[in-house]
């Protein structure tokens, strides 16, 4: 055990840790160069490779110098840190990756602290010193005086062009401890040496092999042919394979303290195996004073929104593949929902909305759906009269206002890294969604530190894109939930032709329910195809209209082939032309295509 160093490589967006991976492959000869077909080899998903960044973590073996070397590449995304605690659950230290170009961002010191909170040994490296942009000795100086580190600690090294890659390397072996000098927590040390312990840090679903549990052992040994048992599931299972990430699977005769790896447990139920579980083999008659280990912690979902199928015989194959999803995507919740104008779904809770795009992509892409997604929304907590209190997370499930005292949303605290420019137009636009200024700190002197208290539903749709307009690009951001805090609370309905669409319904502060109600109406008399009867859009707080536009129905000429006579002829057929429409208006289906449900997302 004293040869292993278990790291994982944490990042802003961006920054050069994938590539930095794949000279870490390169130089271990974990993989041949003649078989590094494309950049960011463990970025494994056509997603991944398709949008430059990593959304899934995947753990990789490599032998270099007599050490084993264990790294868990984690995303850098705001949505997507759930990963990067579950990596960082599974190790004893980190590589700190920043940008020589763009310095700390807020990303990075929200990955920082959740490193530092379990007390893994950072190695900060500044990364691209190649470019013509490099300022490595001002970075070096933020990384000093934002993050307390020592300069000397820090390591300068270009993945692009693998300079000082194998300096990284070494650092690792010298200053990550070893999984036996790192300390066991004492509620994980086994006396037994019959006994053997677990952490699952992900799971996987395999058509061939059923689910494919990645574990760090902590004690004891894994092997073929062991009856295993998850401790909070209380499932049982027997192992039909072990092995290494070479990256690819490679089958080994046993999982030795320490290391991390797969087992193969041939679940087919997929809630069998749940991620922060504990893999546990040992005596069964002991087994009620058996602890689990203390997982990472279980991030919840802040968006929600409505998954249908375009065609209705496919809810069977949605729900299958939603079950199968959600084993792979650990932050991922979902529950059945009807809707009188979509039919059968679910319900889904993300972590933001590029998560919410990645699933949808995922089920279209990876299950071949045509799906239709509803607007996000945040998951509100209703208090009633009777003293009771319920989380919501639909509007169209939100009670009628007799029966409610208060409604309260989720806030978060925001932070914001960005030029000392700028500061005025982000203060201006945080305050325009009901943001509170906190405080403000210089990280040198011409980058600065803003705090902000926000709700969560003004942020989770377009705030990303304001801030880097407003910023020209530069600001970064990264928020966490606060509490629920009681507001002046609505819910808006959007009628189209006179039929309320749950899938339009939402959320907002009274003060804001007429302009964006309006602003939505507009947008879906844009989306909305004409039909041959006008169709009314309508936005309505309960049974008062606050907006209102109408889509105008296409209309023949049916007077053109007159010339001359009474005009009493053209009135009688514009007459009959009238009633027709009429009764076309009230049998008529209206169409709502998939960018009518998109119109919410975005903001004149």
């Known amino acids: 055990m004293d040869n292993i160093r278990n790291f994982c490589i944490i990042a802003h967006i961006d920054h050069g840790k994938s590539t930095l991976a794949d000279r870490f492959l390169e130089i271990t000869k974990t993989i041949d160069k003649r078989g590094m077909t494309h950049g960011q080899m463990l970025d494994t998903m056509d997603l991944e490779q398709e949008r430059g960044i990593t959304i899934k973590l995947t753990p990789v073996r490599m032998d270099w110098n007599g050490y084993i070397l264990n790294l868990i590449d984690t995303p850098g995304h705001v949505d997507f840190a759930y990963e990067v605690s579950r990596s960082i659950a599974a190790c004893e230290g980190a590589i700190l990756v920043i940008d020589a170009t763009q310095g700390i961002e807020a990303q990075t010191l929200a990955n920082l602290y959740m490193a530092m909170e379990h007390n893994l040994k950072i190695i900060p490296v500044i990364n691209k010193i190649d470019m013509p942009a490099a300022e490595p000795e001002r970075i070096m100086m933020e990384i000093e005086n934002a993050l307390a580190i020592p300069k000397e600690e820090v390591i300068m090294v270009s993945a692009k062009t693998g300079q000082n890659v194998e300096t990284v390397l070494q650092a690792v072996i010298d200053r990550i401890p070893s999984p036996n000098k790192a300390g066991m927590r004492t509620e994980q040390h086994i ?45 049982d299972i027997e192992i039909t394979e072990v092995g290494y990430f070479k990256p690819k699977y490679l089958t080994q005769p046993e999982l030795k303290p320490g290391e991390v790896g797969y087992v193969v447990t041939g679940l087919k139920a997929v809630g069998e195996a749940g991620v922060g579980d504990t893999l546990w083999k040992g005596d069964r008659d002991h087994l009620d004073s058996v602890k689990a280990l203390p997982g990472y912690k279980k991030v919840v979902p802040m968006v929600y929104a409505g998954i249908y199928c375009v065609e209705g015989d496919d809810f069977p194959l949605l729900r299958d593949s939603i079950e199968k999803l959600t084993l792979n995507d650990a932050a991922l919740t979902y529950e059945p929902d009807q809707s009188q104008a979509l039919g059968s779904g679910f319900r889904c809770g993300f972590l933001g909305l590029l998560h919410m795009d990645i699933v949808q992509e995922r089920l279209e ?94 942020v989770i749709i377009d705030f990303y894109d304001a801030l880097k307009n407003v910023s020209s690009g530069y600001a970064s951001m990264n928020y966490e939930f606060i509490d629920f805090r009681d507001e002046d609370l609505v819910k808006v309905d959007i009628l189209v032709a006179g039929e ?105």
């Not at 990876?366 to 639909?394: C, Q």
């Not at 949303?409 to 906190?438: C, D, F, H």
């Not at 009633?579 to 975005?602: H, S, T, W, Y």
Request: glycine residues 8%; hydrophobic residues 40%.
């Open 500 to 604: 309320r669409v749950d899938g339009f319904s939402f959320m907002c502060h009274r003060s804001e329910a007429h302009n964006t109600g309006a602003r939505l109406a507009s947008k879906l008399k844009e989306v909305i195809p004409r039909a041959q009867f006008p169709i009314s859009i309508q936005a309505a707080i309960g049974g008062k209209i606050i907006a209102r536009e109408t889509i105008s129905g296409f209309r023949k000429d049916v007077t053109g082939y007159l010339y001359g006579g009474d005009v009493s002829r053209k009135n009688k057929l514009l007459d009959k032309q009238k009633k027709g429409k009429k009764r076309m208006k009230l049998m008529g289906n209206v169409e709502l295509p998939q960018d009518a449900f998109q119109a919410i997302l975005k903001k004149d």
């Open 191 to 235: 006396e037994n040496d019959d006994e053997a312990k677990a952490l699952v840090f992900d799971s996987i679903y395999d058509s061939y092999r059923g689910v494919v549990s990645y574990v760090r052992m902590v004690s004891g040994t894994f092997k073929r042919g062991d009856k295993l048992r998850f401790l909070n599931a209380k499932t």
């Open 365 to 458: 892409r990876e299950y071949g759906l045509n799906l239709i997604m509803t607007a996000p929304s945040v998951s509100y907590l209703v208090k009633f009269k009777v003293g009771e209190s319920k989380m919501v997370s639909s509007p169209a499930h939100m009670p009628d206002g007799s029966y409610t005292t208060a409604i309260a949303e989720p806030w978060i605290k925001m932070e914001i890294v960005s030029p000392k420019e700028v500061t005025g137009a982000i203060m201006k636009l945080v305050q325009a969604r009901r943001g509170i200024y906190k405080n403000m700190t210089y990280i040198d002197l011409e980058r600065v530190l803003m705090h902000f208290e926000m709700p969560l539903a003004t």
